[in-house]
């Protein structure tokens, strides 16, 4: 079973405040999402990379792939409350449709 | 609206008293999946299938089954839950292909407790 690693866990942060959550593999994937959820509800996602070194932005977030398409990590640029969720981040595998869930990052982003 | 739903969304019940949490998705999906999320250990999942008829097992299976019988639907029963089955249940579905890169729509959860 292939496994994803998350860091930080936990993270509380004032409004304004830059940060980034990583994740990591010694894995390849041919695929890496992240999600986003909410208390209450499923996880919604949020991007999806498939080229090694590909950089996506979604406003104030940028994801980025590894080269080795192990890992990947979530910067979130002027954190504000709105952004508070756990973030999960889910590499595809080569074969078949299974996903790999890294266990979350808590972001509370404090007003 | 695209969409995934479950019910119940939350159930109490107690042990061995076999439930049913019913899975459904509009999208015409082929693959379909279950989870538990509990505090630490992440999504891990319980069951998935590949289109109707076509079921295999996940990372944590024991306890639970499922059946594919409609390409909409996908059940997920206990048959005698006990309390170690306590947790919050996520749904899934997501187009199969190459173009597809695994993504998954999840339903709302359904939390149980199985006192």
């Known amino acids: 079973t292939q496994l994803l690693e998350q860091s930080p866990q936990f993270l509380s942060i004032q409004e304004g405040e830059n940060l980034t959550v990583y994740c990591n593999s010694s894995s390849v994937f041919s695929s890496l999402q992240w999600y986003r959820q909410e208390p209450g509800e499923g996880p919604v996602l949020l991007v999806t990379?498939?080229?090694?070194?590909e950089v996506k932005k979604l406003k104030r977030l940028t994801f980025q792939f590894g080269d080795a398409r192990k890992d990947s990590s979530l910067h979130i640029t002027a954190a504000q409350p709105g952004d508070t969720g756990l973030y999960l981040c889910a590499g595809g595998e080569t074969s078949g449709s299974r996903l790999t869930f890294g266990e979350g990052t808590q972001l509370t982003v404090n007003p | 609206e695209a969409q995934v739903t479950q019910n119940p969304r939350y159930l109490i019940t107690v042990t061995g008293k076999k439930l049913t949490v019913t899975c459904s998705q509009n999208?015409?999906?082929?693959?379909m999946s279950w989870y538990r999320q509990d505090p630490g250990l992440g999504l891990r999942q319980i069951y998935y299938?590949?289109?109707?008829?076509?079921?295999d097992k996940g990372d944590v299976p024991e306890g639970y089954k499922v059946s594919r019988k409609e390409k909409r639907n996908f059940p997920l029963i206990l048959e005698s839950p006990s309390p170690n089955q306590t947790s919050l249940y996520f749904c899934a579905s997501q187009r199969t292909g190459i173009s597809s890169y695994n993504e998954q729509f999840f339903g709302p959860g359904t939390r149980l407790t199985v006192l």
């Open positions: 299938s590949m289109n109707v008829e076509v079921t």
């Open positions: 999208m015409n999906h082929e693959y």
């Open positions: 990379v498939v080229t090694g070194g």
